[in-house]
């Protein structure tokens, strides 16, 4: 059974950067594509980034376009987000998530396997 553990997060000042892992365990994560996905309290969840299996193919959300790159080492079994030009709206907690078929899917039911999430909180 696929575990992802999520880290990285914590406070920065807006405009600051942050780098988010997402490590595998029990199973490779090279069988799978990887999201990331985020939910502020009182909202609901959204789509931030994803990335293929080989990562050849990645999606963002409008919101992250150009403040956002999503990466992976299969070899590690790690998948990154680098996060810049932090603004107060991002925070919230950041979660990733394996898909395990079909094509890329930046909507949350394309995902079956979740880890519990890192804390991101942007304040001056």
């Known amino acids: 059974q696929l575990q992802l553990v999520e880290s990285g997060g914590g406070l920065v000042q807006p405009g600051g950067s942050l780098s988010l892992s997402c490590a595998g365990s029990?199973?490779?994560?090279?069988?799978?594509?990887i999201g990331w996905f985020r939910q502020a309290p009182g909202k609901e969840g959204e789509f931030v980034a994803t990335?293929?299996?080989?990562?050849?193919?990645?999606k963002y959300a409008d919101s992250m376009k150009g403040r956002a790159t999503i990466s992976r080492d299969n070899g590690k079994n790690t998948v990154y987000l680098q996060m810049n030009s932090l603004k107060l709206e991002d925070t919230a907690a950041y979660y990733c998530?394996?898909?395990?078929?079909?094509?890329?899917?930046?909507?949350?039911?394309?995902?079956?396997?979740w880890g519990q999430g890192t804390q991101v909180t942007v304040s001056s």
């Open positions: 998530a394996a898909q395990s078929r079909g094509p890329l899917s930046s909507t949350a039911r394309g995902y079956d396997s």
């Open positions: 029990g199973l490779a994560l090279r069988h799978y594509h």
């Open positions: 990335i293929t299996w080989n990562g050849d193919n990645t």
